[in-house]
């Protein structure tokens, strides 16, 4: 029986994670300074969340190793993840502006 | 050499012999779980800001003394354990077990702080009169999303924090493998993703000017 492959591997070097590690403040940095810019909360929203996505993608990418996987498992995972969340946005979100037009 | 009939059966990856994303059962179980789990914080998040949009009187209860600037802290602490956790990895890779041990307690002593600065957090907007069912600002139901929200999150931190020590035990004993310690990595980095969503859509999207 062939044995499956359970070695642990690592291709980043410890700068490349430091470098990853600052951005990730920097990213916060942006985010914590955006919230005092008085945005409309939808437009606020929508850059935090973008914001929220590239964090997301740099931790899976390289702290979670991602990147150095093989890219059946990211073709596999992202997916499926990415289509049940837009899933539940297109849903949820013209229902709760609806709501609030709703309003008297 | 007589080929077995087990080997006859998993010749091929159609028949589970071979392992389609080169790895092992540990480690794709983990990120089944992720993914799962990533869902179940999705559900949470966007179920928040569909009542805070929904909602006009939705309260803003985050001052940035000293709510924003524990938070903060809370973030920028939670990204430095992700960051002890990966330099614990990679000295597990290379089979150091002492180095690897000493970043995953750097990794713990980061889990527990967070927790320790959340539920002081946590007690500053109990004090002002924050319940799950009722809150002095507006839409009551404010207080059940957030201490639901950030309390599922704490509970996978001092999960984190209780799984990491068992890791560190045992590999420091030679117990577990570097596949081990990789596994458990992917487990904390993923809690610090759901925090990466969490801080922004709930704190900075209620600040309080």
């Known amino acids: 029986m062939s044995t499956h492959t359970a070695e642990s591997h690592v291709e980043a070097t410890a700068g490349t994670f430091v470098w990853i590690w600052i951005w990730l403040v920097g990213i916060t940095s942006v985010e914590v300074f955006l919230a005092y810019e008085h945005l409309r909360p939808a437009l606020m929203l929508t850059i935090l969340i973008g914001l929220s996505v590239i964090k997301a993608a740099l931790i899976m990418s ?42 008297p | 050499m007589h080929e077995t009939n087990i080997e006859a059966a998993t010749r091929s990856a159609w028949s589970g012999g071979v392992s389609p994303f080169a790895m092992g059962s540990k480690k794709l179980g983990m990120w089944l779980f992720i993914i799962s789990d990533a869902l179940t914080f999705s559900v949470l998040l966007v179920s928040y800001n569909y009542l805070r949009f929904a909602n006009p009187d939705w309260p803003l209860p985050f001052p940035f003394r000293p709510a924003i600037i ?40 980061g889990g527990a702080l967070f927790i320790g600065l959340h539920l002081t957090e946590w007690g500053h907007l109990i004090e002002e009169g924050v319940r799950p069912f009722s809150n ?46 990789e596994v458990s990595g992917l487990y904390w980095h993923f809690v610090d993703l759901v925090w990466m969503f969490v801080f922004p859509l709930v704190y900075l999207m209620s600040v309080k000017y």
């Not at chain 1, 390289?62 to 539940?88: G, N, Q």
């Not at chain 1, 297109?90 to 609806?98: A, E, I, K, Q, T």
């Not at chain 2, 956790?85 to 970043?103: D, F, L, P, Q, S």
Request: glycine residues 8%.
């Open chain 1, 62 to 103: 390289y702290f979670m190793h991602l990147k150095f996987e093989k890219l059946s498992l990211v073709l596999w995972l992202v997916p499926a993840l990415v289509f049940c969340i837009s899933m539940m946005l297109m849903l949820f979100f013209p229902d709760s502006g609806r709501l609030l037009n709703l309003r």
């Open chain 2, 70 to 109: 524990f938070s903060t802290a809370m973030t920028v602490v939670l990204l430095f354990s992700s960051l002890t956790m990966v330099m614990g990895v990679a000295a597990a890779a290379r089979n150091e077990r002492a180095k690897t041990v000493r970043w995953i307690l750097a990794t713990m002593a």
């Open chain 2, 136 to 181: 002095p600002w507006g839409a009551p139901l404010f207080g059940a999303v957030f201490f639901g929200i950030t309390g599922l999150h704490m509970t996978h931190v001092a999960i984190g924090v209780i799984y990491l020590g068992i890791i560190s035990i045992g590999f420091g004993r030679g117990k577990f493998s570097p596949e081990d310690v």
